[in-house]
């Protein structure tokens, strides 16, 4: 993907994908209501393809804590982790992997390991890969609203909106009803504990309003998705040696510095921190670390010691 001029790519998928889900939504439309609605009322292909080339802008750059406060496009640093489900493993650089396993999907993992990262894949890779409009929801903006007026077919709506998406609300309830989106809700566990039960139930509601839609969730493991009971639950795998490797191989970074922990990295830091380095936010903490110092410790205690010291004075430096 890095030598791809992926904006002109997406330019010409998005006008084709618009096109294609507007045309089969105002044909899904129209045979249920052709009394109130006429073709010549409005134009879905217009407003997805407005939506999907302004939200395609800004779901493709992200930051992180390695290039601070200079965002920088998602594949140039992304690696696909799997996620799995029961004993089967999924391989997510194709969304539609993800997608059959089922309509209702929950995503858990741990900290760091790259579940919003993997959201704006899925939203990416709708675009080239489906005939679905992706939608990318963070949940955390719920925050902001009183509890009695959350609601999650509004919040959808607004997103749309704020991308440039022009049909009035009762367009967009119409369209929802035909089943074209891909809903992705980002960091649930990042609701207040406050407004989690409210949430809940809009989410819920929502999947079972609009069944023939995709709702995929994203959170840390909680122990209340137990009664999500018509939703998979899916879990994020780690890093494996070779992902490692290809992470870090992709680094916007110190060339020289980069080959040097490269080397180490495949010859014993995997191994000897499994459990930092397969873990994507952890294992960029260890490349500043190794920056700091030009090597890793020996004894585990001095290198979580100097990797906490590097992370507290880069955030302080920020």
Known sequence: MNNLDYNKITANVISNLATSVGKTVLEKI???????????????????????????????????????QTPHHLYSFFECVKIKNGRKRI?????????SIGHKIIITGTGGIGKSMLMKHCFLNAISNTQLIPVLIELRGLNEIPKDNISI??????????FGFKLEKEYFKYSLETGCYLILFDGYDEVKNSLSSKVTKEIIDFSNRYPENYVVVSSRPLEEFVGWSDFTECSSLSLNKQQALSLISKLDYDEELKQKFYKQLE??????YESFASNPLLLTIMLMTFEERIS???????????AFSTLFHRHDAT
């Open 30 to 68: 129209t045979k249920r209501c052709k009394d109130t609605l006429t073709k010549g009322e409005i134009d879905f292909g217009i407003a997805f393809e407005r939506y999907l080339t302004e939200s395609e802008k800004s779901i493709s750059m992200a930051k992180t804590i390695l290039y601070g």
């Open 153 to 162: 077919e509004d919040y959808i709506y607004d997103t749309l909106c704020i």
């Open 296 to 306: 890793i410790p020996d004894n585990k205690t001095d290198f979580y010691e100097q």
């Open 267 to 272: 010859e014993e830091l995997y191994d000897k």
């Open 91 to 99: 391989d997510t650089l194709n969304v539609n992997n993800v997608l």
